[in-house]
T-cell receptor, first 115, second 116 residues
Framework: AQKVTQAQTEISVVEKEDVTLDCVYE???????LFWYKQPPSGELVFLIR??????QNEISGRYSWNFQKSTSSFNFTITASQVVDSAVYFC????????????FGKGTHLIIQP | DAGVTQSPTHLIKTRGQQVTLRCSPI?????VSWYQQVLGQGPQFIFQ???????GRGNFPDRFSARQFPNYSSELNVNALLLGDSALYLC???????????????FGDGTRLSIL
């Protein structure tokens, strides 16, 4: 069975602060894929990034960066110089190789950026 | 290009009724998955269809069923509705099964189902 844990239920920071969202996962599969999705109040899940289990390179996209460490089964997400528009619920998710089981999501972290 | 479209946006039903939710994938996508998201929780996987065949099923009762049509659109049916079925139902599409390769699953805005 797979499991994704997002221990931070809610984080509140002031605009321009850096913030890191934690994600810890469990799986027995050697081939798997990790994702981050953003869910604004409108409800749509917006895809942010996908990582496969064989690629531990960190990635940076503008103010967003992701740190994947297989040794600690973590896939953390950092927003640099946060903005009010970053306010949303963020989900980390896992899917096994083959993909037939669907995505396993964490419970999400509600990020509040105060002006 | 149009994203994943779902209909209806909102729906109110009473206990015991049946409901059908609809999803049109992104053009060219052959895989459709359904998820249930209860308030305050992450989405839970219900079904996956690829090339019109069921390829995966989550831990949901037989009251839940789905199908995929030749144009790759999909319907989710829920019979004998319970209060606990109140949730946001999300549809996701991807080119390949389960988002394999470099194709992630892209989600629609969802159908918000309320059971009275």
């Amino acid at each position: 069975a797979q499991k994704v844990t997002q221990a931070q239920t809610e984080i509140s920071v002031v605009e321009k602060e850096d913030v890191t969202l934690d994600c810890v996962y469990e799986t027995r599969d050697t081939t798997y894929y990790l994702f981050w999705y953003k869910q604004p109040p409108s409800g749509e899940l917006v895809f942010l990034i996908r990582r496969n289990s064989f690629d531990e390179q960190n990635e940076i996209s503008g103010r967003y960066s992701w740190n994947f460490q297989k040794s600690t089964s973590s896939f953390n997400f950092t927003i640099t110089a946060s903005q009010v528009v970053d306010s949303a619920v963020y989900f980390c998710a896992l899917i096994r190789g083959g993909g037939a089981d669907g995505l396993t999501f964490g419970k999400g972290t509600h990020l509040i950026i105060q002006p | 290009d149009a994203g994943v479209t779902q209909s209806p946006t909102h729906l109110i039903k009473t206990r015991g009724q049946q409901v059908t939710l609809r999803c049109s994938p992104i053009s060219g996508h052959k895989s459709v998955s359904w998820y249930q998201q209860v308030l305050g929780q992450g989405p839970q996987f219900i079904f996956q269809y690829y090339e019109k065949e069921e390829r995966g099923r989550g831990n949901f009762p037989d009251r839940f069923s789905a199908r995929q049509f030749p144009n790759y659109s999909s319907e989710l049916n829920v019979n004998a509705l319970l209060l606990g079925d109140s949730a946001l139902y999300l549809c996701a599409s991807s080119f390949a099964q389960g988002g394999m390769g470099n194709q992630p699953q892209h989600f629609g805005d969802g159908t918000r189902l309320s059971i009275l």
